[in-house]
């Protein structure tokens, strides 16, 4: 299993294939730890703030209200 380790810049690079193989990861939920997924949680989380355009169709994988974070 892959994670990714992430930068805010690695987000600004990440492309539709890698995020739907990132949703496709916590949809299947077979990390060796917990921290694995945790850690891809974190990495979609943060694509949906800053190009939430590329989490439209995985959003539900985040179970977040509306809310302002800022």
Do not use: C
């Not at 060796?32 to 355009?53: N, S, V, Y």
């Amino acid at each position: 299993m892959k994670t990714l380790h992430f930068s805010g810049q690695d987000v600004a690079k990440i492309t539709a294939t890698e995020v739907a193989e990132l949703a496709q990861r916590l949809e299947q939920d077979e990390y060796k730890t917990p921290f694995e997924g945790l850690e891809d949680w974190h990495l979609l989380r943060a694509i949906a703030f800053q190009r939430p355009e590329m989490v439209e169709p995985y959003i539900y994988l985040l179970d977040m209200e509306a809310y302002d974070e800022a």
